[in-house]
Every structure is written in structure tokens, then in C-alpha cells.
């Protein structure tokens, strides 16, 4: 089959290949025949090195298709069934997991470098995360699949593996975001407009996005943003509310610098939601003053902050009352071929999201 590998950690460019395959497939395990997947910035982090998992590798890990065969003792999914694939599954028996914090589960990281693919002369390499979906098939454990509805287009059910259950449960679930609020979410990219529309679910009165690129900011306007700034202007903005700050910042950057400037931006008593991946050596500061006075609360988000399953059954009933807009988070649209074309994209911040068809 065709898919895309990164050969070494570091490089820019992914090379296309036409002679790979699934490896280990077996009990437990599903094979899925992928039909549309996205790009995620986490796919650039873990080119980078930013975000860890060993090369060679086939990145992705937002994609959708059917399942064509399942192995011995899996139940509640069946082949034909139109999935989502879930890079960190809840495995449902850890203390996090009986916690009912199944988003928190790293089980599944200990099978991180583990290998799912095979190229050239029997040369292994992993999924990213365990899924890989840069490639036109994947075999990945049962609890790695999300069913969703067979009418719901791949590019859009594509969405929802990562970003936008990122986004939206951020502000769900999170956040858990009042109505009449005042929001701001820095980082207009993928993450940072879903969270803009989980927030307008929620019923905040005023969202501002905050990003330096103005073609981006004025974006932001059409899926729920009451006005957008640049973020020199972030400090002015805040603090001209009555409360000297928003009631809730979502920071969709993944940098110590926009943390903290998402913390000043917030008034006393409010929160700031942290939903950027960032690097382990990029470190915020705050002083044990300002903590103790300011009683902000800082949450951290990761998948949507609450139960996988259940923030993506939420995003996808909320698409179909036409609540949250997927389609218009499509920006660009290629074929595998063209993977490295979506990657220059992404990288010069043209891109929202791309969808990658894997036919």
C-alpha cells in the first residue's frame, strides 16, 4: 500500500512509498482501511522531536475510514463499520481510567516505537502514537476505534480524532465555560477555533481571538469570534473589561510565553485552560505571590479534558444540529502524493486544516 514515512527525527520531508505494509494483526486487533485523514500541528511537533516518538515512523494520527477485519476477541465493532481512530484509548481498568479520567491514560504510550508498519527490505517502523494514518491502511488495537455515523463524511469524521474533540471539550468539559462569559483563545489553528466554537456552545457572550497572522484572525470570525486582536494588543483589550480580564483563556499555542500571557489576560478568580502541546523544556514561571492573590486557576486540557468516546459522540451530535462547522475548518485538500505540500502549508500558517484523501 501507499504511505507516507519520516525516515529520520529532524528532517523537513516525508517520503511516499508504495511498497508498504500492516504488521501485527491478531487477537485484539482491527484493521482499518483508511480513507481520509488530517494534518495536525502534533505531526510537525513529532517530526521536530518536540513531541517524542521514534523514526522511522508514518505520522498522522486524525483519520477515518472502515474497518475490514477484526481479530479474535474483539467485540463492539464490526467489520464495514465507518470509524475514527483514538491515538491514546483509555484502556478502562488503570486508576485513571476507574477514576472515570480515561483521557489520562497512558497505557497505551508504554507501545510507543512499537512497530505497525513495514517498508523496503523488511525495515520496521511505528505509527505515530500508535496510529499512523498517513497511509492508506492501519492495524491498531480494538479500543482504538470511535464508530460514527455511516453517513458522516470521512474528511469531516477525520476531524474528530484529534483537534476538534481537543478544542470543543476544552470548553465542554474543561473549562466547563458559563454562559454570558468572557472568553479569549490564543492560537487560531485547528485546536484553538474548535475551542472557539465549544465555547459559543456553551454560550460565552464575548469570545476575542488573539493571533498575529490577520488573515487567521479574520477567519475566527466565522466559526464564533465577537472580535479578534493581535497579541501586542491582548493586555489593552483585557484589561478595558469590567472584571480587568477574561473570564477564561485558552491557550492553543503550546509556549511558555503565551501561557503566560493567556494568565495575565485573566481576571482574578478566573481560568486559564492550557490546550497546546508544548516542549519539555519550555518552562513558565509565576511568582507564589501572584498564585496565592490571584486565585487564577490553570488547567491544563489534554483530549478534550474528559471521557474520548463520549467528547466525540458530543461533537458529532453538535455537527449534526449544525451547531459546530467541520467543513469549514477544511482550508486545503491533497492526495498522499501531495503530503508534503499540506506539511508547507501548515508550517506558514496558511492552513487550518488539511484533509489528506488516501484512496
Not at 6 to 30: A, I, N, S, W, Y
Not at 98 to 109: K, N, T, Y
Not at 174 to 190: K, L, M
Not at 222 to 236: C, H
Request: hydrophobic share 45%; aromatic share 6%.
Amino acid at each position: 500500500m501507499r504511505a507516507a514515512i519520516l525516515h529520520e527525527t529532524g528532517q523537513d520531508k516525508l517520503e511516499v512509498r508504495d511498497d508498504v505494509e500492516t504488521v501485527g494483526f491478531g487477537p485484539g486487533k482491527v484493521r482499518v482501511r483508511l480513507r481520509a485523514t488530517s494534518l495536525c500541528h502534533s505531526d510537525l511537533s513529532a517530526m521536530s522531536g518536540v513531541l517524542p516518538q521514534p523514526a522511522p515512523f508514518v505520522p498522522g494520527h486524525e483519520g477515518a475510514g472502515d474497518v475490514t477485519e477484526v481479530g479474535e476477541g474483539v467485540a463492539g465493532v464490526a467489520v464495514g463499520d465507518r470509524v475514527v481512530l483514538c491515538w491514546m484509548p483509555p484502556c478502562g481498568v488503570c486508576p485513571h481510567c476507574l477514576r472515570g479520567q480515561g483521557h489520562l491514560c497512558v497505557s497505551s504510550l508504554r507501545r510507543l516505537g512499537a512497530p505497525g508498519f513495514s517498508f523496503g527490505d523488511s525495515v520496521a517502523a511505528s505509527g505515530f502514537y500508535g496510529t499512523g494514518t498517513f497511509a492508506q491502511e492501519a492495524v491498531v488495537p480494538a479500543g482504538s476505534v470511535l464508530k460514527v455515523p455511516a453517513d458522516m463524511p470521512y474528511e469531516l469524521a477525520a476531524l474528530i480524532g484529534c483537534g476538534v474533540t481537543t478544542g470543543v471539550g476544552a470548553a465542554v468539559n474543561t473549562a466547563r465555560v458559563e454562559p454570558g462569559s468572557s472568553v479569549a483563545v490564543i492560537g487560531a489553528g485547528g485546536v484553538g477555533i474548535a475551542a472557539v466554537q465549544g465555547a459559543r456552545v456553551c454560550g460565552a457572550a464575548r469570545i476575542t481571538v488573539v493571533d498575529p497572522v490577520e488573515s487567521r484572525r479574520e477567519r475566527a470570525l466565522g466559526f464564533g469570534a465577537t472580535d479578534t486582536v493581535a497579541p501586542d494588543g491582548l493586555k489593552a483589550v483585557a484589561r478595558e473589561l469590567e472584571a480587568g480580564g477574561y473570564d477564561y483563556v485558552f491557550e492553543a499555542v503550546g509556549r511558555a510565553a503565551t501561557v503566560r500571557a493567556g494568565y495575565d489576560a485573566t481576571r482574578r478568580g478566573g481560568a486559564v485552560i492550557v490546550i497546546g502541546a508544548g516542549a519539555r523544556d519550555d518552562q513558565v514561571g509565576f511568582s507564589m505571590a501572584e498564585l496565592f492573590f490571584n486565585e487564577k486557576r490553570i488547567l491544563p486540557s489534554m483530549y478534550g479534558g474528559g471521557d474520548v468516546r463520549r467528547t466525540a459522540a458530543l461533537v458529532t451530535e453538535l455537527w449534526r444540529a449544525g451547531r459546530i462547522d467541520l467543513e469549514g475548518m477544511i482550508t486545503h485538500r491533497v492526495r498522499l502524493a501531495d503530503v508534503n505540500e499540506a506539511i508547507a502549508q501548515m508550517r506558514s500558517g496558511e492552513a487550518l486544516r488539511t484533509v489528506i484523501t488516501l484512496d
